[in-house]
């Protein structure tokens, strides 16, 4: 670059660098008059930062471009003879004479533009901060804006402990105020957190945390002392003024009480406790079937990978495993302790542990069992948290041993396997709706429209049970008629459509629970001893296992299955779910029903004395009778008082009297048994009770808040035996939940 062009782009740099010192002295010496006036620091340094902004884009040093200095430099320097602009373009692109004057301009702007200050206010700008300085130090020692600086940097509005009178006589009184308040909140050791000091009297800590109060008045007090919840711990002096330590056991609330020199009591309102529980770890084992089938020449290993995560750190992990040997009352068991393959380091918030269970190193032999969980604790003091995670099995197949038999005692169970895979419906959609947010919407809506499909497959085997012809069976292939008008024949080469579609719960079993439809009627084949139980689809009549009671309850649950099929294919899993549960509530009565049993235990009724029989005497028949009488309990009796009562105090019915602190005493005392989960909902209620006690909020204002507060926290009232039901349909229910979020 040309030495002329090299010393307009210096003059460029410093004329924009001079803008922008411009624009931070300006708002250096505002900075520093709000800091005077507001005696914060970060309100000087937040309006510092937007000054500087402001300036900025005030004085746009951005715009001090090339073009611009060289127009600037031809207006003010003769020798540049307006050819400043030369020194911008190529070289190349000039002619002769036009090379001349760009090496003449060169030179001379070379020599002379060092010496050339670019234009700017930075004089002014130095004043207007003095100015502002001196300004703001003036207004300081004056402490004309001394209001300002103690509504700023004293929140006794929102976090200083106010007290007042319990006596309305002596409420003049001079109340002693706090000058400062310090809350220290030490949490236990194993959380990492050390301690944390605030001046807000609404604290929320780890359970077991220790909180320390320090308190200094500016008057004397006498006996001053922390009320938590009913339970009065007294304070101990310092040097400074009171300070008291408590653990945080449970969530609640607290107050302070105090007497002054003449003997009056005061008392603060009341503040909020709230304990939050340390939670158990929690374990996610990934990519694992909770069964795992294996044969006998497969190689047996178990991968686990699991995700171990805690809120403030994990003491120890590992595996239990359990070998089951044998069957019957010849089984053994055999537990193990397994550590993971990583080791897992003390105080981490989250790990990733896996191991390889090999089934032949844990001495496993074909037809054994492993079941298997792991086990989590955390560094809770002084008793750790645990947590154990699903149980997942590991079989060994032992299809030698595998054999169908009932014993004499024993029941035979007619239900066919596919009667248990409704339950297996129920998994496949609470799994839909878990992975609901992480899949897309085609693939949910494939899933769901999918898991329907089963569902009215399952519905129509059922249907066959009851005698209903399938919707989806192909007619016989073949019918064939005998002139002599013998019996017809079913071909049974037909398939279901289903069959391909859907899983065959039952296609290894259901030859030894169901009659088959081939029966030959010849006079040598014996009698089936079942065959008055099974069903038979020649009579629509009897065309069931089940006796007239059970043919109702599965008609209602093939009525249920529609409704459940029904949403699946609207994909709406979550409204499925119920019609689900219901529906295998109904299968698993028919199923616990459906038993045959060999024998029966007969009934042996007492012995009858025979001097006494057909005498007709009652003389020592006595009829049972038995009277008692109920009272229910109101476990919120006082609220519901205190509500009524102030109904009549909002209206001016009655006057407040010395009966009434009682009763809304009461009432402060149930209400802090259900805000005790959750204390900061119910605090702003409590401490109007607590007003309306102490003779400070006997207003119409407070009447009405604590009186909306004191309903809210009732209860729902239960249904009334023998009411009158009255229909509401889903869209008024919401209208009207709305309307209580808004009141």
Known sequence: ME????????????????????AVLYSLGIAVLCYFVTENVWFGLALFIISVLFFVFIKKPWKYNLNATSSYIDAHVSEASFSTGLLLQPEDNLSNLARLQRYKVSEELTKRLGNISPPNSLKQAVLVMLGCILLGFVLHKLAIFRGVVDELNNPKNTEQI???????????????????QEIRVIYPSYTRLGSKTTTDPNIKAVTGAKIQWKLQFDAAVVAPVLDVMGELKPMQKSETGYQVQLPLVESGFYSFKFQNEEGTEFTSDLFSLEAVADNPPEIEILGLEQYTYFDFSDKKLVELQSAITDDFGIDESYIIATVSKGTGESVKFREEKLNFKEAISKGTKSTRATKTLDLNALKMEVGDELYFYIEAFDEKQPKRNVAR????????KDTVSEQFGVEGTLGVDQMPDYFRSQRQLIIDTEKLIKDKPSITSKEFKSRSNELGFDQKALRLKYGQFMGDESEMEEAPAVIESHEEGGDHDHTEDQENILKEFMHDHDGDNEHNLVEQHEHEETSEEPEDPLHDYLHNHDDPEESTLFEESLKTKLRKALSIMWDAELHL??????????????????IQEIKNSARIYVHRIGFDPPPIKEDSRLTGKIKDIKNYSKNETTSADLPFEAIENAVSRLEQLVHDEQEFKEDDTILFTAAGNELAQLAIENPGKYLQVLQGLKSIENNTGRTLKNYQLVQKGLLLALPSTPQVPGSEKVFTDEINSLFLKQLEVYD
């Open 3 to 22: 030495q002329g062009k090299l010393y307009l782009v210096k003059f460029q740099k410093r004329w924009q660098l001079l803008s922008y010192a411009e």
């Open 162 to 180: 106010q007290f007042v009178a319990t006596d309305s006589v002596q409420a003049k009184s001079s109340i002693p105020e706090i000058e400062k």
């Open 389 to 396: 995670s699903e149980t997942y099995f590991a079989v060994i």
């Open 569 to 586: 294919r609207l994909y709406e899993p979550e409204k499925s779910l119920p019609f689900q549960y219901e529906a295998l509530k109904y």
